[in-house]
Each structure stands twice: as C-alpha cells, then as structure tokens.
C-alpha cells in the first residue's frame, strides 16, 4: 500500500441509516479480517449513554464494495451495539430497553426520533481499493492504543492463510475446547486461536521464541500436506492429554497455565511412541509435585528453576529449552542411578535412593512417597 493510495469521503449516516443498510443486507459487519465481537455489556451501555448525551462517535470507517453494498473496516463493535439496542437485546446504563412496546409509546416517540437522527461520523473508502490494501488499513488504524491484540491483528493480516484457517479450526475442535484451558472472554479475543499457532509453530519448528516463529508459520503459510500432519500431530496429542481428564482435569491443575501445558504438550509430542500407561504415570507425578513448584521455593533447586523458566521470559526459546530438560530428568533417566534432578527431588520428599521404580525402561520418582509430603512445608 503506497502513501496517498486510498481515496476517502467524508460524510455523515444517521443511526437510521445505518441500520436500514444492515437489516437490508447492503452492510457487512463481519468481513473476513475483522475480530470476534468482544465488547463487554459496560462498554456497550456506555455507547449507547455518549449517544443520549449528545456526544460525537469516532469515525466509522467503510468500504465501498459497490454502488450499493459496504462492508464494516472499523466501527464494528460499534455498530453491534447500536443494533443491540435498537433490537430491544441490550439494556442502557438507565435500565432503559428499547422494546417493540416502549418504542410505539407516546413517552419514546421524542427520543426515538433523536436516536435514529443520531448522525456519525462516517469515512467512505474509494469501491476502486484494491481489497488487500483495505486489509492493511485495518491493521494500520487498530495497532496503537487498546484496541487489537496481537491474534486479531493477525487474522486481519493472514485472512485467508490456510495456517490461520487450521489454527481456528483446531481451536474450536471439541478435542481442544473440552480442556477448558480459556474463558470465554478469552475465546472472544481470540486468545485460544493465538496458543493453538504457538502449539503447531512448535510442530512444525520445535522450540523457538514464541513471536518469531509464530509470524514465520503465518508468513510462510502451509501446504495441504502441511496442514495434514499438523492436525494429525496435534490432534494426536490432545487424544493422550484428554486421557488425563479422568485422572484430573487440566483446567483444575497448574497445567492449565499456557507456559506448563505447552512444556507438557511438547513432552508429550516428542515421546509420544511411549504408551498412554506411562504418560498417565508421569501426569501422576507432575501433579504431585505441582504445589511445590513455586519461584520462592528455597529447599529443592530444580522446582524452583522450572517455576521461575514459567515467569521469567518464559515465551524465550531458553525457558522452553530448560523447561523440557526438567521433564526429561524426571522421566526419561535410563540409567540405573537417579540423576541431578532426581536426587535433588528424593532429598526434598526426604525417601532413600533405593525407593526409585524402574518402569518402560526408565528410572521414575516413587508416586507413593511424593503423596505423602505436606504440600506447604516439604515435610513427611
């Protein structure tokens, strides 16, 4: 997109024009790059409060697709909450709820005159606008102050990526969402969609700084056989980590926590040859030792440097290095002497060397003997 290369008109709608243009079909408000409808129900009462007070909109910016059809650049949530309120779907900070009664009573008459003459502010862009220049506005008028995160900007930017089409899919499989590792607030600002990239940017690089490799798989794009082991790895894994489920569920457990469900997923990923018996034992261990794992934990080393690789530049390819080192000392020793990480775990449950389990041809922590020791003080 070149400087100058857009053209605008200036102009104003009525609220009642803009409404005859959506419920008529000539308005679209959910063009392929824009976000999920994300605003809370305070932010749109406080819409619709600027407008009974008389105060302006920012600018609602459209393109002219042709003579009589636009779409929604910026201006959609917006534009949803007028819709809302209008449809009688959505109270104002006064209680106030436009129903088809209070709008054909005498008392509303003044007010609902006022609120469809209501005029905003409308920027018009040129039907002659190449479409992937309009997607680069959109981006460039939502990258500054709070409003897309980095998820939104970047279904603005990859629309049509087969990557982005993938990781949407994948987030919204019942494989996935059955974790219930996000809220759905979360969900709404697309938070699922941006860990599911992180999860096959993996797959497909192994361990690397989150934003560089994220934006290479969105970049660089995939194939169709790409995307096919992609979702095949993926969904591999969810079937082993879904398994845990009746053990207990992830969403009530640490690795709920993006920075420990990726370390475990990507454990899991890259000794996923090892039968389910075995991971379960090692989800076993992993939440016995969950409440122990804290930065300020002073009696056992190798707990606290894996609290602290989850806080502290976790997102860096190093914490992820370390973070996996810490799973492999626990579980992959094939020796017949426990290592570092081992010995350092044994002194701080306070059990003998000999207590070891020798299980799938790995040296393993004793489960009987972590469950014993009181979760705050590290004493039997």
């Known amino acids: ?218 970049e660089k794009d995939i194939n169709s056989e790409e995307e096919d082991k992609l979702k095949k790895d993926l969904f591999e894994v969810l079937k082993l980590i879904n398994n845990f489920e009746k053990i207990a569920p992830i969403f009530k457990t640490r690795f709920k926590q993006k920075n420990d469900f990726y370390t475990l997923f990507a454990f899991i990923y890259l000794n996923k040859r090892l039968p389910k018996e075995a991971f379960e034992y090692f989800y076993k261990t992993l939440l016995a030792l969950s409440s122990h794992i804290r930065p300020y934990q002073e009696m056992c080393e190798p707990l606290r440097e894996y609290a602290l690789n989850c806080v502290s530049q976790s997102n860096s390819k190093n914490a992820r290095d370390r973070r996996h080192q810490f799973f492999q000392d626990l579980f992959l020793n094939k020796d017949s002497i426990p290592n570092k990480t081992q010995l350092a775990i044994a002194e701080y449950f306070k059990f003998e060397k000999n207590k070891f389990e020798k299980n799938w041809g790995f040296l393993l922590l004793p489960l009987e003997k972590l469950n014993l020791v009181n979760d705050n003080s590290g004493v039997a």
Request: include cysteine; charged fraction near 25%.
């Open 1 to 218: 997109m070149t400087q100058y290369s857009i053209k605008f008109i200036f102009t104003t709608w009525s609220i009642k024009e803009l409404l005859n243009l959506y419920n008529r079909g000539h308005l679209d408000l959910s063009p392929s790059y824009q976000r999920n409808t994300i605003w809370s129900m305070a932010a749109q009462r406080r819409l619709i409060s600027t407008i009974k007070s008389g105060y302006p909109l920012p600018n609602f910016f459209v393109h002219k697709r042709d003579k009589n059809n636009y779409e929604m650049v910026d201006g959609q949530q917006r534009s949803r909450s007028i819709l809302a309120y209008s449809l009688g779907d959505l109270r104002d900070e006064d209680g106030q709820i436009l129903s088809p009664h209070v709008k054909s009573s005498a008392q509303a008459k003044d007010f609902m005159r006022y609120f469809e003459e209501y005029k905003l502010n409308v920027c018009i862009i040129d039907q002659g606008v190449d479409q992937r220049d309009i997607e680069n506005f959109y981006v460039l008028v939502n990258s500054s102050g709070l409003r897309l995160n980095a998820p939104e900007l970047r279904k603005a930017g990859y629309s049509d990526t087969r990557v982005l089409k993938l990781a949407t899919f994948l987030a919204n499989s019942a494989e996935f969402e059955s974790l219930r590792l996000f809220t759905e607030r979360s969900s709404d600002r697309m938070n699922d969609i941006d860990f599911v990239s992180e999860l096959l940017a993996f797959l497909q690089y192994g361990f690397s700084d989150k934003k560089e490799k994220v934006d290479e798989l969105y």
